[in-house]
Every structure is written in structure tokens, then in C-alpha cells.
């Protein structure tokens, strides 16, 4: 018996069949990490600081989709490079379902994945908005147990001229940039950790922050090829690209990570997970 499909029933299949080998491809994608290797120019650098090797890792989302595999893997190519100093920007835990502290404890396989981490400088850390939304207490708790400094509106100066701030997080926090620079040095290069990128919002006339780290965007996550635009990105116009460098004034960037989980999907789609290794360098 031969089965003739309407033109209804071939145009759903053809959209199903579509559907299933992007989704299929967006997985794939969403386990092939990246290493996103960068100089940062910074006019005024001291020599001291150039050549300076930064991680920086974002996103983990653990408890969803992301596996402590998926997290290992990342951490083996952040420690092969031998940074210098690691920066880790928030979102290790997931709350896209449920804003629940039981979400923690769910994915508390990161907080033992970060203890392999090494670094001379050390390990700084902030928070993200789904840390919030599952307990930020608890997940700061799980962070102090570890080789690592938690930046709550705080910065730190380090022996070679080199300081760290970290804020809050800018929907969740508050964010309070001015409160984590006010007491270091006015001679420091002073690197900045925020999980959302429009903490560049309230830097606006302060040239002392010479680079910003952040993620939260994930690049977008699903990007459409060929025309390269996201449905959705959770931050302001400027920072919807997918990734990366951007120069904000003469003296000040901010380099975005896409990040080592994904959030609401286990899917990417041209725009894969990645980890910074930036360079300092003299401009």
C-alpha cells in the first residue's frame, strides 16, 4: 500500500526534521568548549604587568545541563595555559526553573570541580543573578571553602601594582562599582569583575577601571547563521554582540566570555562555550 503524504503533512515534517537535526547540531556545539586566546592592549600598562596571563570563566550553570565532565574539561585547558591570575564571574549554579537553594546543593559538583584550579595571584570570584535566584548565601558559603577570594563590592591590591574589584551582581546585587574601587590605589591597574556588562553603565567618567570581565550574556546562546542575530540576549544594545573585545574609552574595555554552561536549553547554536586567556599587554 503506498502512503501519500498531503502538502500539510510534508511542510510539518520537513519543519520537524529541521528542527530536530538544528537541535541535534546546537547540543553537539554546546559540548565543544573553545579557548579564546587575546591580547589586551591597555595604553599606560606598566611594564611590570605586561605579559600578565588572565582565565577568565563564566556561565557554569551546574544542577541543569552542564555536566562536571563538561566543567573538568574547561578547568584542564584553564590550567594548562598556567594563568597568571583566574576570574571566575558567576552563574555556578542554576536557576532557570526553579529559585530554590535546593539548586545548589544540586549542582555542588562545580564548587568541587574549582578546587583544582592554581594560580601565583590567586582566584577571585563573584556572583551572578541565578545565584541569586537560588541562594547567594549558600553559594558564597561553598565558594569561602575553597583556595579562592570572594569580591562582594570589594577590591584588592596585589604587590605588583595590579588591583581586582568585583561587584555584586547588576540586577540582583546591588552593583556598587564605586564602593569595590574607593580604597585602592589611584596608581593601580584595576581590573574589574562583574557578571553582567552593564556595570560599564555606572563606570560612565571613571577612567581608573582599565578592564572589565564578564559573562552572563552567553554570546547569545542561539544565534541564527549567516545573519548572526540572538532572539534574546538579557543585557542593554551594546553588549548583544556575541562576544569578546569591545573598547569602551581611550583607557578602559571589557571583554565578554560566552561562557562554560548554557541556561533554559542544552543547545548552541553558532556560538559555542568558551574560556578567556587574555594577555596584558603594553599598548
Not at 42 to 50: A, C, K, V
Not at 106 to 119: E, M, P, T
Not at 200 to 210: A, C, F, I, P, T
Request: charged fraction near 20%; proline fraction near 7%.
Amino acid at each position: 500500500m503506498t502512503i501519500r503524504l498531503t502538502r500539510r503533512a510534508w511542510i510539518r515534517t520537513i519543519i520537524y526534521s529541521s528542527l530536530a537535526i538544528t537541535g541535534g547540531a546546537g547540543y553537539i556545539s554546546s559540548k565543544r568548549l573553545e579557548k579564546v586566546s587575546l591580547d589586551i592592549p591597555l595604553p599606560g600598562l606598566p611594564e611590570r604587568l605586561d605579559g600578565l596571563k588572565i582565565l577568565v570563566m563564566a556561565d557554569f550553570h551546574a544542577g541543569a545541563f552542564t555536566t562536571r565532565e563538561d566543567i573538568l574539561q574547561a578547568i584542564s585547558i584553564g590550567n594548562e595555559e598556567s594563568p597568571d591570575l583566574i576570574t571566575l564571574l558567576g552563574d555556578y549554579v542554576d536557576g532557570a526553573y526553579s529559585h530554590s537553594r535546593k539548586n545548589v546543593e544540586k549542582g555542588s559538583y562545580v564548587f568541587d570541580a574549582l578546587h583544582k584550579l592554581r594560580a601565583p595571584l590567586g582566584i577571585y570570584a563573584v556572583l551572578g543573578n541565578h545565584d541569586h535566584w537560588t541562594d547567594p548565601g549558600l553559594v558564597r558559603n561553598k565558594l569561602s571553602r575553597l583556595p579562592v577570594v570572594i569580591l562582594n563590592n570589594q577590591g584588592i591590591s596585589l604587590e605588583n601594582g595590579l588591583a581586582v574589584a568585583g561587584v555584586d551582581d547588576f540586577w540582583e546585587g546591588p552593583s556598587d562599582p564605586f564602593k569595590a574601587t574607593r580604597n585602592l590605589s589611584p596608581e593601580s591597574v584595576i581590573i574589574m569583575l562583574s557578571h553582567n556588562p552593564d556595570v560599564n553603565l555606572q563606570l560612565k567618567g571613571d577612567e581608573r577601571v582599565r578592564l572589565v570581565l564578564s559573562g552572563h550574556t552567553h554570546g547569545g546562546q542561539i544565534r541564527i547563521p549567516f545573519i548572526n542575530w540572538a532572539p534574546w540576549i538579557p543585557c542593554s544594545p551594546k553588549y548583544r554582540a556575541p562576544s569578546g573585545l569591545i573598547r569602551e574609552t581611550k583607557r578602559r574595555c571589557t571583554f565578554i566570555t560566552k561562557g562554560v554552561g548554557t541556561f533554559f536549553v542544552p543547545v548552541r547554536l553558532a556560538c559555542p562555550p568558551d574560556i578567556g586567556i587574555l594577555r596584558l599587554r603594553k599598548a
